[in-house]
């Protein structure tokens, strides 16, 4: 059994929102195909959602004097800073108009906690909590995972990167991520480092690469 994973596609990551990753909407018709293609083909269709209380630690605006795009150490762990997003109830944590949310078969909310961010789908970054991921997807029957979304260098590497750790054969499709690149070459480096982790790459219509 196959499943899709749609990563974080919401307004707040798309142009006009607060944390807008480039080009971020060009990931919606991507995702939405690939959503139709899954259930067209019997597979499980999930989708992540960063979901953060108005005080979490990794708002710039938590801190004082601290810029977005800087490192602090939050609870004994790296953290960069970002702008204020996807915070509970707003419009910016929901998912796209566009986003063909009815194919979505679950949700796994991610980034609760306020003292610890959760980039990955599976686990927050300290590894304390699981969000049931695995769980879920283990008791459906699920052996291999396909990831896309947003933003590649964040939270589609991190749950790839966690998707193959536990296991299911993971694929990351490319063209349907964009990465925030806060440094020049960050989308490189992490497609180099899921390719060492034995995620395939692949681009839609494309056979993998590696
Ligand atoms: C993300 C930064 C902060 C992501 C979430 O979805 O990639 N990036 N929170
Ligand atoms: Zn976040």
Not at 70 to 80: P, T
Not at 83 to 109: M, N, Q, Y
Request: charged residues 20%.
């Amino acid at each position: 059994m196959n499943a899709l994973i749609v990563v974080d596609v919401q307004n707040d990551f798309l142009p006009g929102g607060s944390l807008a990753v480039p080009d971020g909407q060009a990931v919606i018709p991507i995702a939405n195909a690939a959503m139709e293609n899954a259930k067209r083909s019997g597979s499980i269709v999930v989708a992540t959602q960063d979901r953060h209380p108005r005080n979490h630690g990794s708002f710039a605006s938590q801190h004082e004097n601290a810029d977005i795009g800087s490192v602090i150490e939050l609870d004994g762990l790296d953290q960069v800073l970002w702008s204020d997003h996807c915070v509970a109830d707003t419009p910016g944590v929901a998912f796209p108009e566009a986003l063909r949310t009815d194919l979505i078969d679950r949700v796994f909310p991610k980034g609760g906690d306020p003292m610890v961010d959760s980039y990955s789908g599976f686990f927050d970054n300290g590894r304390r909590h699981s969000t049931g991921l695995a769980e879920f997807l283990r008791d459906q029957g699920v052996t291999s995972v396909t990831v896309l979304g947003l933003a590649t260098d964040y939270c589609v590497k991190f749950t790839a990167l966690d998707a193959a750790a536990e296991g299911f054969n993971t694929t990351l499709l490319l063209d349907g991520s964009r990465g925030v690149n806060l440094n020049p070459g960050d989308v490189d480096a992490a497609v180099a480092e899921l390719c060492d982790h034995g995620v395939h790459i692949k681009r839609v219509e494309e056979t993998n690469q590696c």
